[in-house]
């Protein structure tokens, strides 16, 4: 079974996050939330606390097959700031494994270096910060193994492209039409 860990940093925006992961859980995907601040309890750009699952130093992330990261500011910022969150990312792209990131956070995978000739979208003003990507301004891009979303209205498409990625086009509609989409 496919396991998703999803970073939480303080200023993260709720919607993101918090859509993405009940949508992967209603699809059974195994999802850990993992905070990189210096506790577990991490709060969101709206002022709503959160309990991480995991604190991202007792996180064993060898059995993670997908990577996560919401935006929201100045959560993106604090995920770009993060040097063992850093490592980790350009080590799962070395990989060939699975990264998504939606509105501020590609940002992180621009400074990594990791969307160079690569098509990506992001939230609006946020593109020059994607160094070397080709920026669609579509709702959500994949390319390769990295998939990015624009922003928080979008976070049920961007969740449900990660579904059908991780657990296939049935399991996709089958939550779709749970959700009434």
Do not use: W
């Amino acid at each position: 079974m496919k396991k998703v860990a999803l970073f939480l940093a303080n200023g993260f925006e709720e919607i993101e996050a918090l859509a993405t992961v009940d949508i992967l859980r209603r699809a059974r995907i195994v999802v850990e939330t993992v905070s990189v601040s210096d506790t577990k309890t991490v709060t969101g750009a709206h002022s709503v606390p959160v309990i991480a699952d995991k604190a991202f130093q007792e996180a064993d992330f060898s059995e993670v097959d997908v990577l996560v990261l919401p935006g929201g500011m100045p959560g993106a910022k604090n995920l770009n700031e993060h040097e063992g969150l850093g490592k980790l990312i350009t080590k799962f792209n070395g990989e060939g494994k699975r990264i998504a990131a939606i509105c501020a956070a590609p940002m992180v995978l621009g400074t990594l270096g990791l969307l160079a000739d690569r098509r990506a979208t992001c939230y609006p003003g946020f593109e020059d910060r994607l160094a070397g990507a080709q920026t669609t301004g579509e709702d959500v891009v994949v390319d390769g193994n990295i998939t990015t979303g624009k922003g928080p209205g979008l976070a049920f498409d961007f969740a449900l492209r990660l579904v059908e990625q991780i657990a296939g086009p049935e399991t996709r509609r089958e939550v779709q039409r749970g959700l009434l989409l």
